[in-house]
């Protein structure tokens, strides 16, 4: 159960009702994150620009991105991002086959080297930031990785750290 009840979509009004008719654009609903979010207009506003930058901008695919979120979500043990972006996953076309197969299994799923090595070096900058090496740069850049291409996947790292944290903590209800 949520330790904070998140705000009805009928409730609101003014900014917080245009930002909740623009998630509901992209996503077809409001999120309990985000309406949890609604509590502090402020946190809601920078949040939602900050999930437009990181994931709806960029040059990094939604495929890697998406991927990102729920491998960086699964080592966090946040089952509401992990459900959320597997379904997200799904709606781009993803296999729940190649889903599994990309859990298990990176090395083997259908990305490119260059996104392999973005994928992988996002999950440990999450799980082990002190112990990212020169070699694992080295491989980046061996990938033909840019610096945008890194700052932009760390992006998505830190974006679904803090919503990992954010959601667990507040224990809010999986929607998806």
Not at 58 to 68: D, F, H, N, R, Y
Not at 74 to 102: F, Q
Request: glycine share 8%; hydrophobic share 50%; proline share 2%.
């Amino acid at each position: 159960m949520a330790r904070v009840t998140g705000v009805a979509v009928q409730a609101v009004s003014g900014e917080t009702a245009a930002i909740f008719k623009e998630i509901e654009g992209a996503f077809g609903m409001v999120p309990n994150l985000f309406k949890t979010y609604a509590h502090h207009l402020p946190l809601l506003k920078a949040n939602w620009g900050k999930v437009k930058a990181v994931i709806m901008e960029g040059v990094l695919s939604p495929k890697v991105k998406q991927t990102i979120a729920v491998l960086v979500s699964k080592d966090n043990g946040c089952a509401y991002c992990v459900a959320a972006h597997t379904g997200a996953l799904k709606a781009i076309g993803v296999s729940d086959g190649e889903i599994a197969l990309i859990e298990e299994d990176l090395e083997r799923a259908a990305f490119t080297a260059k996104e392999k090595a973005l994928i992988a070096f996002a999950r440990k900058a999450n799980t082990a930031p002190l112990r990212i090496t020169a070699a694992e740069f080295q491989v980046l850049r061996s990938a033909g990785v840019t610096d945008g291409e890194i700052i932009e996947s760390l992006g998505v790292m830190e974006l679904f750290t803090a919503f990992n944290k954010f959601l667990d903590c507040l224990q809010v209800e999986i929607d998806f």
